[in-house]
T-cell receptor
């Protein structure tokens, strides 16, 4: 499968701090998605990006689709305890199968 | 808000036994996916359906895994016989079309002992 490198692997931050995580690949993607997964649950879609350069916000979340179509970042502003979880980037590649490839995840811990 | 329903939530089975998981996608979603997620990793696709047809099952271990979506609505994933390495979360997802964000169910946590 396609390799999506997600960083950092884990983060420990204080409540109220901003968070940034990113995802890179050697392949070109035509869609970038960001999911959050709580323990024992399925991933929940946070933001979907469909065009290179697109910058999209959802409340305290902001994500961008890189110009090269090989990367994306997710920012969380003013973190709160319920932001704890694992964040996955995912993408559809330009050619080939239509399935969604996932990154390795960023585990976020928010310290009250 | 529409959800993808999966059952059971948890399953413990002995190795060499058969096990089955069920998924009911969001109404009207033609595309259905089964993913496997090993602890600490991202989900990996096992099989993709478009209506009742298999679009991609290249990563499905066909010697022991099978999946069907007979009427193009709900789907069943079966493992026979189960092996210790099959312990994982099995996630079902659906989307109205390929290329869009998927909606995932809560998953079935399988433990093979």
């Amino acid at each position: 499968g396609q390799q999506l490198n997600q960083s950092p692997q884990s983060m420990f931050i204080q409540e109220g701090e901003d968070v940034s995580m990113n995802c890179t690949s050697s392949s070109i993607f035509n869609t970038w998605l960001w999911y959050k997964q709580d323990p024992g649950e399925g991933p929940v879609l946070l933001i979907a990006l469909y065009k290179a350069g697109e910058l999209t916000s959802n409340g305290r979340l902001t994500a961008q689709f890189g110009i090269t179509r090989k990367d994306s970042f997710l920012n969380i502003s003013a973190s709160i305890p319920s932001d704890v979880g694992i964040y996955f980037c995912a993408g559809h590649i330009v050619t080939g199968a239509n399935n969604l490839f996932f990154g390795t995840g960023t585990r976020l811990t928010v310290i009250p | 808000e529409a959800e993808v329903a999966q059952s059971p939530r948890y399953k413990i089975t002995e190795k060499s036994q058969a096990v089955a998981f069920w998924c009911d996608p969001i109404s009207g979603h033609a595309t259905l996916y089964w993913y496997r997620q090993i602890l600490g990793q991202g989900p990996e696709l096992l099989v993709q359906f478009q209506d009742e047809s298999v679009v991609d099952d290249s990563q499905l271990p066909k010697d022991r895994f099978s999946a069907e979506r007979l009427k193009g609505v709900d789907s069943t994933l079966k493992i026979q016989p189960a092996e210790l390495g099959d312990s994982a979360m099995y996630l079902c997802a659906s989307s109205r079309d390929t290329g869009y964000g998927y909606t995932f169910g809560s998953g079935t946590r399988l433990t093979v002992v």
